[in-house]
């Protein structure tokens, strides 16, 4: 094999890897509705528990304890399997 041919395969490679790594960390949109735990953390209807991100709306959210609300954010998992999703927007529904 060429160098320029293994140079070609590798930039290729690493490429590809990059735009499935950016999939994997790019998060998934999702509107969830739950009740705000005291502890930070919307748990949903199915017992599905996410952690509510650190941004503008963390504190307006979170002010909302033992109250259902509807959520729209990015969800992502960390390297435990907790799900976190970082809100960009909500409403109160009760």
């Given at each position: 094999m060429t160098k320029?041919?293994?140079t070609s395969i590798?930039?290729?490679?690493?490429?590809?890897?990059?735009a499935f790594a950016g999939n994997i960390l790019a998060g998934e949109k999702m509107t969830i509705v739950g009740v705000v735990t005291e502890d930070g953390l919307i748990v949903d209807q199915k017992g599905v528990i996410y952690e509510?991100?650190?941004n503008?709306?963390?504190?307006?959210v979170t002010e909302n304890t033992d109250v259902k609300v509807e959520v729209k954010g990015t969800v992502q998992e960390d390297d435990g399997g907790s799900k976190i999703i970082m809100i960009d927007s909500f409403k109160v529904l009760e």
């Open positions: 320029a041919k293994s590798c930039i290729l490679l690493t490429f590809l890897m990059a509510i991100g650190e503008d709306k963390f504190e307006a």
